[in-house]
């Protein structure tokens, strides 16, 4: 018996290792897919509002049982168990059996709880303020953590989940590139629906050949504006804002007459937060493509701007915040830092003050003129070579221009 054992350790290490040598030449991509609510059976439909119903349960349990008392650790509550006490609204607690949540969900819920108080004490320990573990009111997403076991697909849009009667139709395939290690994924439960966040990994050879296969050009900067969105220094402009629909403000403006905690209050907020579901995919579509497009160059420089104290509605709405953070740490983006004079700094060196209201550059000395944000643009460029100088990263070719 105990030779079996051993045995069985010794092929999860070798196991362990050869994925090891594997990942290092592979990239992660993590690809969501849509469950189809449309086609999800009747007991389909109840086994995956349940396995989310239950998972708040076990999670508030085992919240309520580290409250009890303090020697009672969340790393010491039995994942096994196969009830949970469940607190009515009377105050009383009532046994309820786990049905539907798999036993790796069990762990998955285990572990994110002791995740959660890990991060708190870690705060607390940096001397911020924390507050304890609260009771969550809705699990929002749980863990599918082997492929082929808690999850696998059956056909090409047909995906069968541990615990969930028959099989899941998915879209969203298609984006997932032939000849990838598809690895765990994420169970979510949003407004929107249920979705399966999968992670997949990459030979690093195929994905550079997928996102290299458009044409390089040379250099590009950006300027990102409070009055227009993007202005590139090709001296177009960019306007990437989606502003929030009429039927989003006619369901705020309805939230506010109704009683607060009321179900019809309930139903209203869930519709908004729909909305927002939705202008928030529309404005991350916005800035992929954007980002996309801005990657044809082979440099390109932008400022380190401070986006958050934009306190402005147009800057909100717009795309703007992804689509710094996607090109930021991109390794062909020269990042200026924020005390660049980009606005006021003329093609002759000297500083022009300028006010926010002015909207075109004009030089005192030389007499140079130019749009405000293209001259801004331009001079990401012009100064975004200096600074590279100066931080001595001349490891790459820069394109001459006439
Ligand atoms: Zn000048």
Known sequence: ?????????????????????RRQVQACRVFTLKINQKKLSLKQREALKMIFVEGKWLRNAIIAWTKESEDNKPWEYDGNLKSVPVKLRDGSYEQRELRYLAMQMRQSVLA?????????????????KVGALRFTSELKSLNLKQFGMSHKFKSKHRMKLRNIPGTVYVSGVGQIPGGCEIANAKLLNTPRGYYIA??????????????MHYEIQGEIGIDMGRTTSVTLSTGEKINVQIEETGH??????????????????????HLIEKEYQKLKAKRNDAGNKLVHDLLRYERIYM?????????????????????????SGHPRVVMLPRTAATTKTCVCGYKQ??????????????????????????????????YQVGLGRTDFKLVEKE
């Not at 926010?356 to 070579?385: P, Q």
Request: aromatic share 6%.
């Open 1 to 21: 018996m105990k030779k079996d054992f051993s045995e069985k350790n010794k092929k999860i290490k070798e196991a362990m290792k050869a994925t090891h040598t």
């Open 112 to 128: 994110e709880v002791i995740h959660n108080i890990k991060g708190l004490s870690a705060a607390k320990k940096k001397g911020r």
């Open 198 to 211: 999968i992670t997949c990994f990459i030979d690093k050879e195929i994905v550079e050949q997928k996102e």
């Open 303 to 327: 400022q380190d701007e401070n986006l958050r104290d934009w306190h402005n509605k147009k800057v909100q709405n717009s795309c703007l915040g992804r689509v710094k953070a996607k090109l």
């Open 248 to 269: 989003l403000k006619r369901l705020q403006m309805k939230l506010a007459r109704q009683t607060k905690g009321s179900n019809n209050w309930k139903k209203t907020k």
């Open 353 to 386: 003050p300028m006010h926010l209201w002015d909207r075109t550059f004009r030089c005192e000395v030389c007499g140079y003129t130019d749009d405000r944000d293209i001259h801004a643009a331009k001079n990401m460029i012009r100064l975004g070579h200096q």
